[in-house]
């Protein structure tokens, strides 16, 4: 999983700094209770000894293993007896010890097998706060998607209905999400504007953030803008490290491609970004009005063979849900 370095380093840095709190709430604490119990303040002067004790037993000692299970066990006495005497006087047995919300990392966002679950947790909820700014994620589930605003009548082209071509693309968008991670693809959203593209979208955004995955939600103008901030304006870094969440992202939605002004910039943008992905074989979204055949007219050869040859091809017909919506309010 390809999370963003910037977020990653954010949260370290907040893991980091409550921490510290922490520490220093539990120093406080110590502090002040073993001025009032000075034998909390003969054990916790004997345990902060433990370090250099063992040390010296590895140095000094004929029989090392004897000696550090001796100092183990009366580490552990002293530990126990601390417990005893905080209850004792009415505090509880952890009363001295730093708090943490993770007891696997301690809340310092490692474990032996490296980045520690608890991090990739906040990750996942940093970014659907961040893709709920773009996207209403909250509200467009797959559980909240209506077939009845397509239509049952046959398409006089293929002859099957905007619903049952919608249900299709439903289940398609399900199972995409459902195994993400497990299968590679990369799926083309074709067809008119309101007929659910974008709503499919957020819902795949939705799942699959929360099954752990970082996910980058834009539409191309705003891509292509990054592109160019990046490239032609020095040290706009919020562009370059947004066009390397392009390049890295674990899935990629880019919508309503082809709104954006034509133009041999843009196109090579295009290529570049889809031969970066498909190369690394990390899933793509796209999410156009314009029609397949269309792509090459509209961009390259090159490009529309990338699209048509590595995408699953998923077409929406029907009436404008947005209309349809609108009217029936009144």
Avoid: W
């Avoid at 120093?27 to 034998?39: A, D, F, M, N, W």
């Avoid at 002859?159 to 995409?176: D, L, T, W």
């Avoid at 529309?304 to 947005?322: H, K, P, Y």
């Amino acid at each position: 999983m390809a999370y963003d370095k910037a977020l990653i380093s954010h949260i370290l840095r907040q893991l980091e700094q409550q921490r510290q709190q922490r520490e220093a709430e539990a120093e406080e604490r110590r502090y002040h209770l073993t001025r009032t119990i000075p034998r909390l303040r003969e054990i916790d002067r004997e345990l902060r000894t433990t370090a250099a004790r063992a040390v010296r037993i590895a140095f000094e000692s004929n029989n090392t293993d004897r000696a550090i299970d001796e100092l183990r066990a009366r580490n552990l006495a002293l530990q126990a007896e601390r417990r005893r005497i905080l209850l004792e006087n009415g505090y509880p047995a952890d009363y001295l010890t730093a708090a943490c919300d993770c007891p696997a990392c301690r809340d310092t966002g490692y474990v032996e097998s490296g980045l520690c679950d608890c991090v990739r947790r906040r990750a996942a909820a940093e970014q659907k706060k961040a893709l709920s700014s773009l996207l209403p994620v909250e509200r467009e589930t797959f559980d909240t998607f209506r077939l009845d605003y397509y239509s049952t009548r046959p398409d006089s082209r293929s002859g099957v209905s905007p619903r049952e071509m919608a249900a299709y693309n439903y289940q398609k968008c399900v199972q995409f999400a459902d195994r993400f991670g497990a299968e590679y693809e990369n799926l083309l959203l074709y067809g008119a504007a309101g007929l659910g593209k974008t709503f499919l979208s957020s819902c795949i955004a939705r799942r699959v953030t929360e099954r752990g995955f970082s996910v980058t939600y834009d539409t191309a103008i705003s891509v292509f803008d990054r592109y160019s901030s990046a490239r032609f304006r020095d040290g706009d870094l919020s562009a370059a490290q947004a066009v390397a969440r392009f390049h890295s992202a674990d899935l990629l939605i880019v919508d309503d491609l082809g709104t954006e002004t034509p133009g041999a910039f843009h196109t090579s943008c295009l290529y570049d970004l889809l031969s970066r992905r498909l190369m690394a074989r990390l899933p793509t979204i796209l999410s156009t009005n314009l029609l397949p055949g269309a792509l090459e007219e509209r961009y390259s050869p090159a490009i529309a063979s990338r699209i048509l040859g590595e995408f699953t091809q998923l077409r929406f017909v029907g009436d404008d849900i947005r209309k349809i919506r609108k009217k029936a309010k009144f």
